[in-house]
Nanobody, 124 residues
Framework: QVQLVESGGGLVQAGGSLRLSCAAS????????MAWFRQAPGKEREVVAAISWRSSSTYHADSVKGRFTISRDNAKNTVYLQMGSLKPEDTAVYYC?????????????????WGQGTQVTVSS
């Protein structure tokens, strides 16, 4: 059973920074692709960033490229999302997610384990 627990959300002013963390309870964390999604009120959930098993490959959505960075620490079973130059349109609930062991990190429809979400609110 996979369990994901996010932390680090909060209220920040535009231009500020936050770092989200997601702790995963899995047997071999390094075998799992990891991703961050977000869902704003009235909008569909969208992928923000994703990272392969051993951090050799990453994906960042165009809307966050150059501002957000995904990373992982396999020794700590944790994935991070460093967010900078935050904008009000980044306001959303952010979810950590993973798929099956060994699955491709950029197959976003295959992610089916989700954390409970953490709220990020950016004020103007």
């Amino acid at each position: 059973q996979v369990q994901l627990v996010e932390s680090g959300g909060g209220l920040v002013q535009a231009g500020g920074s936050l770092r989200l963390s997601c702790a995963a309870s899995v047997r071999t964390f390094s075998n799992y692709p990891m991703a961050w999604f977000r869902q704003a009120p009235g909008k569909e959930r969208e992928v923000v960033a994703a990272i392969s098993w051993r951090s050799s490959s990453t994906y960042h959505a165009d809307s966050v490229k150059g501002r957000f960075t995904i990373s992982r620490d396999n020794a700590k079973n944790t994935v991070y999302l460093q967010m900078g130059s935050l904008k009000p349109e980044d306001t959303a609930v952010y979810y950590c997610a993973t798929g099956n062991s060994g699955s491709y990190y950029a197959a976003f429809s295959a992610y089916h384990y989700w954390g409970q979400g953490t709220q990020v609110t950016v004020s103007s």
